[in-house]
């Protein structure tokens, strides 16, 4: 089988594998509808009182609400628990020394099942509240292909920014043995930088342009304004060049430090 199929076959076994947990894909729609009419609400009053905070109309915030509530599991938001936790443990019981000896790239392997997951994930989780949104609220959604295709590429390009930064989480545990505390601070960081609580555009000065700057803003902030074509400085080929960069210097991070790190493959206690 060719490196292409068989990264592929993962790819379909990781979204097989989600597709069975349909009790939790409904809660989960179930979910981030809730918090969206929620936090949807939160921006109507907030909105009302500053008409053009971020450089954004209400109809806009609004639709920044529910693109984070349609991209939150694919980016894997929150405290994460996809491949990573089972990377990690796979880490602290010694098991990646068998992965080690598969035929397969290790980072290739991990990246074709988050792959799979997020492909599902977008179906099953990021749809319905988005749909949900548009029933409900007013939001400046396009018509245009061209913008959804850009969308698509976008989300495409934050995952590859969401799987390296988490790579590099699980690969802590080389060091840590028990890698919670660093995937809690992942996760906190990740959700606050990523826009998920306000868009990075209201962020005030020298502030803003920090967090503007860091690789957690493709997870959330650079798709939202894609799909938008609120994109700042350069439109929206600027936003996915900003990406692709950031996925290319993180990814080589992870190689980097998974090839210092498997020369020092300890079992705990052995």
Do not use: K
Not at 32 to 42: H, K, P
């Amino acid at each position: 089988m060719g490196t292409a199929r068989l990264y592929g076959a993962v790819a379909a076994s990781a979204f097989r594998r989600y597709a069975t947990y349909r009790r939790a894909t409904l809660a989960g729609v179930f979910t981030n509808s809730v918090f969206g009419l929620i936090i949807a609400c939160t921006y109507v009053a907030l909105w009302d009182e500053r008409p053009h905070l971020g450089g954004y109309d209400q109809a806009q915030a609004l639709t920044f609400v529910w693109v984070g509530q349609a991209l939150y599991a694919v980016m894997m938001l929150g405290i994460p628990s996809g491949f990573e936790a089972e990377l990690a443990e796979r880490i602290r019981s010694g098991d990646v020394a068998v992965d080690l000896y598969r035929p397969v790239d290790l980072q290739g392997w991990w990246l074709a099942q988050d792959m799979g997951r997020a492909c599902f994930q977008l179906l099953g989780r990021g749809a319905v509240p988005m749909a949900v949104g548009a029933l409900a609220f007013r939001l400046a959604l396009p018509v245009s292909p061209a913008r959804w295709l850009g969308f698509l590429v976008s989300v495409l390009l934050g995952l590859l920014v969401s799987f390296a930064l988490r790579y590099l989480v699980a690969l802590s545990a080389f060091w840590l043995l028990e890698g919670g505390g660093v995937a809690q601070m992942y996760g906190i960081s990740a959700t606050f930088f990523c826009g998920m609580l306000l868009p990075l555009n209201a962020f005030p000065g020298a502030f803003g342009d920090v967090a503007r700057a860091l690789p957690f803003s493709a997870l959330l902030q650079v798709p939202a304004d894609v799909l938008m074509g609120t994109a700042r400085g350069g439109g929206a080929a600027a936003g996915l060049l900003f990406q692709a960069a950031w996925a290319a210097v993180l990814l080589g991070a992870g190689r980097l430090l998974g090839t210092v790190a498997t020369r020092r493959v300890v079992v705990q206690g052995g």
